[in-house]
């Protein structure tokens, strides 16, 4: 099975920057992703991580350590617009694109 | 056409109606998936489909059943739900082994 886990509630001023950390345990691994969820809204794709490494993509990067299990997502010149969930999706192993859900970050982005 | 459209937006349901929602998309998708979200929760998957053919059931009751038309078509049969059941549903789709699923903007049901 899998065990995601992010940190509840995170706060941040705008302008600045956020690191959202996610860890995680499973028994086959094949890519991290990154999702944003404004509240009531479908998640929407921000990123994606097979390899160690940073995945830079305009104001977000994400990085992955698979040894480690570990994975964050770096939000720069934060904009209230930003104030979302964000949650990282761990795919299994198994042939399909089964995507199981960490329990999500709630980011405030304050003035 | 890049979009996941989920109908109806809203629906609100007794515990002894049959309703459906539906899902479609027109990305040559062959994988669609239906997923469930309580409030401030994470997705969870309940069903993937696969080449119009079931793939996954998360041990999901069956007063859920789902329903594959066609590649562009995936439906979710409710019958006898409880109030616990209230959430939003998700549908996504995705290539087989792409890097990312696309979801619609989900279904808000509400069980009295």
């Known amino acids: 099975g899998q065990n995601i886990d992010q940190p509840t509630e995170m706060t941040a001023t705008e302008g600045a920057i956020v690191q959202i950390n996610c860890t995680y345990q499973?028994?086959?691994?094949?890519?991290l992703f990154w999702y944003q969820q404004h509240a009531g809204e479908a998640p929407t794709f921000l990123s994606y991580?097979?390899?160690?490494g940073l995945e830079e993509k305009g104001r977000f990067s994400s990085f992955l350590s698979r040894s480690k299990g570990y994975s964050y997502l770096l939000l720069k010149e934060l904009q209230m617009k930003d104030s979302a969930s964000y949650l990282c999706?761990?795919?299994?192993?198994?042939?399909?694109?089964?995507?199981?859900f960490g329990t999500g970050t709630r980011l405030l982005v304050s003035p | 056409d890049t979009e996941v459209t989920q109908t109806p937006k809203h629906l609100v349901m007794g515990m002894t109606n049959k309703k459906s929602l539906k899902c479609e998309q027109h990305?040559?998708?062959?994988?669609m998936y239906w997923y469930k979200q309580k409030a401030k929760k994470p997705p969870e998957l309940m069903f993937v489909?696969?080449?119009?053919?079931?793939?996954i059931n998360e041990s999901v009751p069956s007063r859920f059943s789902p329903e594959c038309p066609n590649s562009s078509l995936l439906n979710l049969h409710l019958h006898a739900l409880q109030p616990e059941d209230s959430a939003l549903y998700l549908c996504?789709?995705?290539?087989?082994?792409?890097?990312?699923?696309?979801f619609g903007s989900g279904t808000q049901l509400s069980v009295l």
């Open positions: 499973t028994s086959g691994f094949n890519g």
């Open positions: 999706a761990v795919r299994a192993n198994t042939g399909f694109q089964k995507l199981v």
């Open positions: 990305m040559g998708h062959r994988a």
């Open positions: 996504a789709s995705g290539r087989q082994n792409n890097e990312k699923l696309f």
């Open positions: 991580n097979v390899l160690d």
């Open positions: 489909y696969s080449y119009e053919k079931l793939s």
